[in-house]
Nanobody
Framework: QVQLIESGGGLVEPGGSLRLSCVAS????????MAWFRQAPGKEREYVAA?????FYTDSVKDRFTISRDSAKDTVFLQMNSLKPEDTAVYYC?????????WGQGTQVTVSS
């Protein structure tokens, strides 16, 4: 069974940092794009960052978030610095193949004082 398992979410004060992890099991996605999305309450899921032959970010997180991957461990990370209340959301990991998009179950990130 193919799974993407996220971890690392939590409650953090504005200006703080968190590091999210997404581990793939059941198959490897090293040759495919992987991305992070997020969904805030009452809003649609939105793209945050992706990695595949480079790294890419939505404008609102540039210079604050860093996506990386450890191919040996089939793991993708999202380092989030200078967090803002508007970053509060459930964060999802996605693996994009030619025939199917795999999603994790999500991890909650709450930025609040």
């Amino acid at each position: 069974q193919v799974q993407l398992i996220e971890s690392g979410g939590g409650l953090v004060e504005p200006g703080g940092s968190l590091r999210l992890s997404c581990v793939a099991s059941g198959r490897t996605f090293n040759d495919y794009p992987m991305a992070w999305f997020r969904q805030a309450p009452g809003k649609e899921r939105e793209y945050v960052a992706a990695t595949f032959r480079g790294t890419f970010y939505t404008d609102s997180v540039k210079d604050r978030f860093t996506i990386s991957r450890d191919s040996a461990k089939d793991t993708v990370f999202l380092q989030m610095n200078s967090l803002k209340p508007e970053d509060t959301a459930v964060y999802y990991c996605q693996a994009h193949t030619l025939v199917y998009d795999y999603w994790g179950q999500g991890t909650q990130v709450t930025v609040s004082s």
